[in-house]
Structures are given as C-alpha cells and as structure tokens.
C-alpha cells in the first residue's frame, strides 16, 4: 500500500515514525458489549509505545440518548489537550479488531477539522504479529491546543437522511452484514426493528478489507461499492449500526479521492427506533 497520512499507513511506517515528536498515537479499541472484551484493560496491558487510550463512549455527546455520538467541540478540545494531542501532530489511530472503530476516530478528527490523521491499517493484530514493541505504561502527557473548525458537511442527521432516502440523493450506503440488511438477523441492540434505510445499498464494512484485515486497494474499493449500485460521481451517505463501520466506508472513500462523503452520526441505533420513519427489507 502506499503511505498517506491522511488517511491510513503501515505498520511499517509507523515504526519508522514511532519516535517523532510530533506523532501522537491513540489507541481507539471498542467493541459491541456482546463481544466481551474490555478495550481499556487491554489497553493497559499492552499498546504500541507512546499510544494513548481514546474512548470512543467517553468522548461523545453525554446529552444524547444515543450511543457515542460525535462530542461538542468544547468537550472534544478539552479531552484532546488533556490527552496532549493538538495543533502540529501527526495523528495515527488504531484498534485492537485490525480495522474497525480507528476510522470511527479518524473520522471524528476530520469533523474537527483536523487533517493530519491516519488510521493504522491492519491495527494492533499485524503490529503483534510481526512482533513490533509495545508497553503497558501510559505516556506522560503535556498539554497542547488545538484549534478546531467544525467540518459540517462530513455528518448527516435522521432528517437530511431521510430526505436522502426519498429523494435518491445523496446515495445512502449500509456498512452492516447483508443479513441485518435485508432485517434476517436481530440488531444487537434492543429494541430496534430490523431492516434498512429505504433506497439505501449495502456494503458490509468486512467487504473492504483483506483476511488480516487491511484495507483492500482503491481500485477494488471502487469495484465493490459499484457492485452494489453506487455512482461514485455522487454524493455518498455512510451509516452503519451505530456510525461506527460508517467511518470504514468513509475511509474507503477518502483514499478512492471521493469528496463527497457525510457519515450518518445516529446510524440503524437512530433510524431503528423512530416509529415514524420507514423501514425496508429484502435487498430492495
């Protein structure tokens, strides 16, 4: 793969760069509760040297009823300068799954306005693999500003995305399984009818990434989401469970040079609940 620190490097770029003073790394584990892992106890057992932990549950909007949305910007700031991550910092983020809630972080970056950010691709299972450092003692952090400008176009909420679905554009993408796509397997979150967003294509994050689970090339991106039916001269609309997976598709896009890209914050947890949008399911 090609190194871009904008949107993914590897490992063995990041060891390369591990001792620059201005790379910041944050580790961005999480997992659905009923995978029964504890991203943070992992984290203090062992993480890549210099990483800090990032809590994608934390670091969100405590005044919604939804699973961590994208925090005010207030809040996003005072975490980030107490984390000792701000302006100059090459950012790269990984998880402990290979690729699946780093580009969430990525993302959230970018809604900051914060272009130097790269997700690890492969994670933490390949740096382990090829038998690369790690620590189990937090860095010691000085604090640092960061000058935040909102990114408004990069999210989407309940109602521009169900303008989208009724009017067929922005194109709405579903990073989830085919099977909760079509709505024949339960959400793993209560309460949730199952389904899609009508009008919406689907293409499981998982679809995007190799067996070690790197990203696949931007060629073989494109050919996927034009396999389910999306003109990538258009305007795109990720959503996923919970605006996680979204970030992967969102990622995928960045490095295919598509511009215009949102991520649906509220995601299936949103849309799922509301009694008074609609639901499809099957493939249509």
């Not at 492969?122 to 003692?137: I, S």
């Not at 397997?185 to 919406?200: K, M, N, T, Y």
């Not at 689907?202 to 494109?222: G, I, Q």
Request: proline share 7%; with cysteine; glycine share 8%.
């Amino acid at each position: 793969m090609s190194d871009d620190p904008r949107t993914l490097v590897s490992t063995d770029w990041l060891a390369q760069h591990l001792k620059d003073p201005d790379l910041r790394i944050l580790d961005a584990s999480w997992y659905l509760p009923n995978v029964g892992r504890d991203p943070e106890a992992e984290y203090r057992e062992g993480h890549i040297p210099g990483a800090r932990f990032f809590d994608i549950d934390d670091i969100s909007d405590a005044r919604s009823d939804l699973p961590h949305m994208a925090p005010p910007i207030e809040k996003f700031m005072s975490r980030m300068r107490a984390m000792g991550v701000g302006d100059g910092h090459q950012v790269v983020v990984y998880d402990g799954a290979g690729l699946l809630s780093a580009a969430r972080v990525w993302w959230l970056f970018k809604l900051m306005g914060q272009e130097n950010v790269a997700v690890l691709d492969g994670g933490l299972p390949k740096w382990l693999a090829e038998d690369r450092p790690t620590e189990d003692m937090p860095p010691i952090a000085r604090e640092r500003h960061m000058t935040v400008r909102f990114q408004n176009q990069l999210v989407r909420d309940v109602t521009q995305v169900a303008q989208a679905s009724k009017l067929g554009e922005p194109q709405i993408v579903d990073a989830r399984s085919a099977e909760r796509f079509r709505g024949e397997a339960p959400e793993p979150r209560e309460g949730l009818r199952a389904g899609h967003i009508p009008g919406s294509r689907n293409v499981p994050y998982d679809a995007l990434l190799n067996d070690d689970k790197t990203m696949r090339s931007p060629k073989e991106c494109r050919a996927i989401f034009e396999a389910a039916g999306l003109d990538l001269s258009k305007p795109v609309v990720t959503t996923c469970g919970s605006g996680v997976t979204a970030a992967i598709l969102a990622l995928a896009l960045e490095r295919m040079g598509h511009g215009a890209w949102s991520l649906y914050d509220g995601s299936w947890a949103e849309w799922g609940q509301f009694p008074t949008v609609p639901v499809a399911t099957g493939d249509a």
